[in-house]
């Protein structure tokens, strides 16, 4: 081996110096485009609301770098697309770092210390890890072309529900040409990079540090082999290197230049948002201040300016608009171009060198950029958009904090705006006197503790439906007998519940919801118990993840925890096994809100029921179209409803015999579908408690 | 320009209410109230014209007769954007027929001196149809009842409007001001009034004024005042309809079978 | 002071029903030699006097007033003066729309007793005693009037049938007092047709209210009433959402269904506007989840059950 000194790479060998000069002069105008870019984007995320959240960067950071580094949240769902981003991200980093070195040693230690290390064996491993860097990256970028232009996934064409061919802002062209523009430029870096290795080497072989070193290069050698044997001089590659050098380093500044303006940028902004997300997103909504001067988002300088930066994150990466249940059914709404709309109105109205009148900020209605109320009323608020999102963007809180605007203006659903009307009334969506609500009691053959009354070891929080539907009411009665059965001391709240304000709040009625949390809470803190729990996954997440905010701090848990406990324990005992082929049906509110999928499974299997899942399952869970407040909203006549679209799901499953569910609201929703959608017959919907009673008779 | 608007917290009737010990009312317990949907129907026409106005500032006050309670309801007026509220209360109102309400509304009315009047066509409770038209008659103003359409520009001498008659037949007409005007559902479509605006209207002043605030008598409202007194409240039978039991498929045969008897005397 | 004055409500030159119902009204109400006297307050009131020229009329006193339809102003003054002049112990309207534009007035201007809405009123003890709804038809409220002399009623619509047969009753006249009219009559407009269903000629109805929920819940109801002969009809709440067109409401406001003789009603809770206009009808089957609804009180039959099972259990057992 030569020389260790000398096996290095010399920097602008054979340029005269004001070519150097230059470059340099270019690569500085270049860092200023950038930098200029970065103050933009960050003036225009500070003309947004304060976020009020705690900064504490260390963890935010550590938590960040993990999912970053795992790139366990990109590979959801589209593993080939992650891997593909993993080679990408790798290799680009790897190159970054590259560069870094170099400079480090050229431009800083070099000058100021005269120090130097980036040559011999360092230079070579250097030089092979760049290589190998290279490959990664130029193959990951080859997966995505090939991904776009050939596999065309759906959720990549763009195609946007919430607007018609004929608006103006219904054309996604300029996105798509971004998108080839990013994977080519990129593609060309990498590609004339390697060619570059490879003219040098042609260029010096007869410079031994260089020629015999050349296989810690193997791509640039394999080349430059290439060449030699096609003919290629040592003078002509001299020539070409310079030419191509220069172009290769212009691509490569114009590239950082364009970082700040592109959708490059989500390099920094996907970091971001990662850093600032609030895991409890979806399960845990915003409150409102009391001085605000609105209620909710109206204006985009309304949104804070976390949200601001979440919306510059997105990279289209069609998660959400895949997993969307209304978007699934045909409503006018995909979560990602609800984002895109409001970045499209950010850039242009933030953006700007000055903030336009407050006219101009309005992001509710029909113009481009701005997000039309049936779009924000078909959410179900499931929160599959924000779960499954790898950057972290929180669609729901922003849909909901749009939506308290419209419900403040009265935009909405008659029927809708008839049921918080009677909510506010009666306490109850069904419209009841507060006197029914403990009627379904009647029907047992014992008395139900007021736990208001006496003190109980745990408190039932029935909810609505279960109290006052019907159907659900036999299910409700059926859990008071298995709880009386297996010895457990409960009671009820009788006329002082009132509904918990789960789907209220993420109406966006919010002066209502905190009424019913305020009301709930102060009826509960007159109770003596240990621990609450219900039958509703909606009455469940509101409890245990909004109602601390209000000052109420429970132990809760839904009944299929409880349930669980008391069959391990023996108090439940199942007399007979139910062979049955079923599948269960996760509720958003018990399942992706608070991660309850082992309980209700575990109990099946002891039920002695073969559980066949559907493929939208646990975290996928596809929605019932309920959430939202959407079960108080008429879906339009004769489109396909969620809840219809998941039973021919399960209709898909050979020989299902019971199509399961653990929250009142499917029960209501899913017996409905089965009915509209043809199938009834085939299969039947039953309450896992429905289940676990039918097992107990001897 | 200024419209008065009368509102009305009315009760309906909780589960398993009882009567009271006097037989007169029901106990008030199970009185669940709330404000008269013709009134939100009537507010909400105030509204529009306040809104639809822009050279002559219109003034929407609404005005209650009732005890404190009847605050929460003006709240939820306030809350849907009228400017002021007023109450009337006095121990001797208690018992007032429609008539003697009408009395003090009238005298509200001479002090606020309104273009226009606005009252529900009746009442959910106690369904009279006789307050907005009696006050009308004690201010000697023109009026006219069970409105589904006005039309009315601030500054405007007259107000055209339209009646609707049994049988859906529409009667147009046209009236001079100032006026009482009774309001059918139906007209517009009310404004939800967010639980947030209802609790800023908290804030804002309800005038509370008594009947000597207002120059009448005592012996203007209740029972001296009215017209009529109630002597007695019960529960009617429970109507004269035969009822069918059994499971739903019991009950469907049933009313098959009824339908083809009838359906076979009709035909 | 006594006798009972009738004051009949007519519109474009005809004399309305509900008049005819008051003279039936009127004969429980007769004490000793008290007689029934009609009023006829119009331009031209002589071509209402064999309209109302009825059994139990005893007199007709015609009030020629300048107007030709419905004011408010004009028909008040001309009642007012003849109450005045007559003092009937008992003074009947029907409790109709023209009568919610001037019965409150007229009795606030005179001072009489007065009772709207009655469906009932009878002399207990020489006292008038008038029975009315309250709290949405849940309880009847007895009203009686102390210390007055004359007592207005405006009778509820269909609380009495009209008398069968003739009679030739004295028929006098009144000058009214002069009075400006204030509001003027302009036209009168027919309701939109909507579509083509004439619902006053249907025999067999079935009407759907706020029960059925949501307006994607019609076409059910719709295809039931195709399935059972039936035209479809509905209540106030439905037609003023828009979910089905203005022609096909029944009910005092609504079309008046006057052949129909078979009434199935689905999730009418039955406000008394309702109740009165198909109160005629001989055969009404009310299904509805509140038990406590008030359209039970003037069905034939009753069903409490939840209406979308019933409607399906109907689709099946309607063969």
């Not at chain 1, 109850?428 to 139900?448: D, H, Y």
């Not at chain 2, 027929?97 to 226009?116: G, Q, S, T, Y």
């Amino acid at each position: 081996m030569a020389d260790s000194d000398a096996v290095t790479r010399v920097l602008f060998e054979d340029f005269a110096p004001s070519a150097v000069r230059l470059f340099y002069a270019i690569g500085y105008a270049a860092i200023a485009v950038f930098l200029y870019g970065v103050y933009a984007q960050v003036r225009k995320y500070r003309r947004g609301a304060p976020a009020g959240i705690p900064l504490n960067l260390w963890p935010r950071l550590e938590s960040m770098l993990e999912i970053l580094l795992s790139h366990r949240m990109i590979n959801r769902r589209d593993r080939k697309a992650g891997e593909a981003h993993r080679l990408i991200f790798y290799g680009f980093v790897l190159l970054f770092l590259g560069t870094a070195i170099i400079t480090l040693d050229y431009d800083i230690v070099g000058p100021l210390f005269g120090v130097h290390f980036w040559h011999g064996e360092f230079y070579l491993w250097f030089s092979l890890v760049l290589d190998v860097a290279g490959v990664m990256l130029a193959g990951g970028l080859l997966y995505m072309m090939y991904r776009r232009g050939w596999l065309k996934p759906p959720k990549l064409d763009y195609a946007r529900p919430d607007r018609a061919p004929t608006d103006p802002d219904y054309d996604r062209s300029n996105y798509r040409r971004e998108d080839w523009a990013f994977l080519w430029t990129l593609l060309a870096i990498a590609a004339t990079g390697y060619v570059l290795e490879a003219l040098r080497l042609v260029w010096l072989q007869g410079r031994p540090a260089v020629w015999d070193t050349r296989w810690w290069s193997p791509v640039g050698a394999a080349l430059a082999e290439a060449y030699r044997s096609a003919g290629l001089s040592a003078a002509t590659a001299g020539v070409l290197r310079r030419e191509l050098w220069w172009f290769h380093g212009m691509l490569a500044l114009l590239f950082i230049a364009l970082i700040p303006f592109t959708k490059v940028k989500h390099i920094f902004t996907a970091m971001g948002s990662l850093m600032f997300r609030d895991p409890q997103a979806a399960q845990r909504l915003p409150r409102e201040p009391a001085d605000l001067p609105r209620a909710g988002v109206q204006f985009i300088t309304d949104f804070n300016w976390k949200q601001l930066l979440s919306l510059d994150a997105c990279t289209k990466c069609g998660r959400c608009h895949e997993a969307c249940p209304a978007r699934a059914v045909g409503a006018p709404l995909s979560p990602r171009d609800v984002i895109l709309s409001l970045r499209e109105f950010a850039n242009k109205t933030l953006g700007a060198a000055q903030l336009p009148a407050q006219a101009e900020l309005d992001v509710h209605g029909k113009a481009p950029g701005q997000v039309a109320m049936e779009t924000l009323w078909a959410c179900r608020t499931c929160m599959a958009c924000v779960e499954v999102c790898p950057v972290a963007i929180e669609h729901v809180p922003i849909i909901v904090q749009m939506r308290r605007k419209l419900v403040e203006d009265g935009e909405m659903d008659p029927q809708l705006r008839k049921t918080l009307q009677t909510i506010h009334k009666t306490g109850n969506s069904f419209g009841e006197s507060r006197r029914k609500r403990a009627a379904w009691t009647k029907a047992l053959s014992f008395p139900v503790k007021d736990a208001r009354k006496e003190p109980v070891d745990v408190l039932w929080f029935v909810g609505d439906y279960a109290s006052f539907d019907p159907r659900n009411q036999k299910v409700t009665a059926g859990f008071a007998t298995l709880l009386h059965d297996a010895g457990v001391d409960f009671g009820i709240l009788y006329d002082g519940e009132s509904n918990a304000g789960n789907d209220v709040r993420r109406v966006g009625e919010e002066g209502l919801y905190e009424v019913l949390a305020e009301g709930n809470i102060n009826t509960l803190s007159g109770a003596t118990f240990n621990s609450i729990v219900t039958t509703d996954p909606h009455s469940y997440n509101t409890i245990r993840n909004e109602y601390p905010d209000f000052g109420g701090q429970y132990e809760i848990e839904h009944y299929t925890t409880l349930l669980l406990k008391l069959m391990q324990q023996g108090c439940v005992s199942v007399s007979r096994q139910l062979d049955l082929r079923v599948t269960f049906h996760d509720p958003c509110h018990l399942g992706r809100f608070n991660q309850g999928y082992e309980a209700p499974r575990e109990i099946l299997k002891r039920l002695g029921c073969e559980l066949v899942e559907m493929g939208r399952c646990r975290s996928n869970s596809f929605c019932c179209g309920a959430g939202g407040g959407r079960i108080w909203i008429p879906d339009p006549v004769g489109a396909e409803k969620p809840a219809q679209n998941r039973m021919r799901e399960a209709a898909r499953i050979e020989g299902l015999q019971v199509f399961v569910v653990s929250c009142p609201k499917d029960l209501t929703m899913f017996e409905d579908a089965l009915k509209t959608s043809g199938l009834e017959g085939k299969f039947v919907v039953r309450e896992l408690i429905e289940l676990v009673r039918e097992a107990l008779i001897q | 320009m200024k419209i008065l608007v009368a509102v009305k917290q009315v009760a309906a009737l909780d589960e398993d209410f009882e009567i009271r010990g006097d037989g007169r009312d029901v106990e008030a317990e199970f009185l669940l109230r709330d404000l008269n949907e013709w009134d939100d129907f009537s507010l909400e026409e105030a509204m529009r014209i306040k809104e639809a106005s822009s050279a002559i500032p219109v003034e929407v006050v609404v005005v209650s007769i009732g005890p404190e309670e009847a605050d929460e309801t003006l709240r939820k007026c306030l809350a849907k954007g009228a400017d002021r509220a007023i109450r009337v209360w006095d121990d001797a109102i208690e018992n007032s027929d429609p008539i003697a309400i009408a009395r003090v509304i009238a005298a509200v009315a001479r002090r606020e001196a309104p273009e226009l009047l606005f009252a529900g066509t009746q009442s959910s409770d106690h369904a009279f149809a006789a307050t907005g038209i009696a006050t009308a008659a004690l201010l000697d103003w023109p009026h006219a009842a069970v409105l589904t359409q006005l039309t009315y520009t601030p500054g405007a001498r007259t107000a055209r409007f339209r009646r609707e008659l049994e049988g859906g037949l529409l009667h147009e007409m046209e009236t001079d001001l100032p006026a009482v005007l009774t309001i059918q559902l139906g007209i517009n479509t009310p404004r939800y009034a967010s639980l947030r605006a209802i609790k800023q209207a908290a804030a804002k002043p309800i005038d509370v004024l008594s009947l000597a605030d207002l120059s009448v008598p005592a012996s203007a409202v209740g029972e001296a005042g009215s017209l009529s007194r109630v002597r007695r409240m019960y529960v009617p039978e429970k109507g004269r309809a035969q009822m069918i039991e059994g499971s739903v498929e019991e009950q469907a045969r049933r009313v098959v079978e009824i339908i083809r008897e009838a359906a076979g005397g009709a035909a | 002071m006594s006798g009972v004055l009738i004051i009949a409500e007519h519109r474009r030159g005809e004399l309305r029903p509900g008049t005819l119902e008051l003279v039936t009204a009127a004969q429980g109400a007769r004490r000793g030699t008290d007689k029934v006297a009609v009023a006829l307050i119009a331009e031209s009131p002589e071509t209402l006097i064999a309209a109302a020229s009825v059994a139990g009329v005893d007199e007709i006193v015609t009030v020629k007033v300048p107007a030709r339809e419905f004011d408010p102003d004009i028909i008040e003054a001309a009642a007012k003066a003849l109450i005045e002049a007559r003092q009937p112990s008992l003074a009947l309207l029907p409790h109709s729309i023209d009568a919610f534009g001037y019965a409150a007035a007229l009795a606030a201007k005179t001072g009489c007793g007065f009772a709207s809405d009655v469906f009932r009123f009878e002399y207990l003890d020489d006292r008038l005693v008038a029975t009315r709804g309250g709290y949405g038809q849940k309880v009847n409220i007895e009203v009686d009037f102390p210390g007055k002399a004359v007592v207005l009623l405006a009778v509820r619509g269909g609380a009495y049938k009209p008398p069968e047969g003739t009679a030739s009753p004295a028929v006098s006249s009144f000058k009214a007092p002069a009075v400006k009219s204030r509001v003027r009559s302009i036209e009168f407009i027919e309701p939109p047709a909507g579509d083509d269903v004439d619902m006053t000629t249907a025999e067999f109805i079935l009407s759907i209210g706020r029960g059925i929920g949501e307006e994607a819940n019609v076409q059910k109801f719709r295809e039931l009433a195709d399935k059972l002969g039936a035209t479809l009809g509905c209540s106030r709440p439905i037609a003023d959402a828009g979910w089905l067109p203005k022609s096909r409401q029944v009910g005092q406001s609504g079309k008046t269904a006057s052949a129909c003789k078979l009434y199935i009603a689905m999730g009418i809770s039955g406000a008394i506007q309702h109740l009165a206009g198909m109160k005629h009808v001989s055969t009404i089957i009310a299904i509805n989840s509140d038990a406590a609804a008030s359209i039970f009180s003037i069905a034939r039959y009753g069903v409490v059950a939840d209406i979308f099972e019933m409607a399906d259990a109907l689709e099946e057992q309607y063969q």
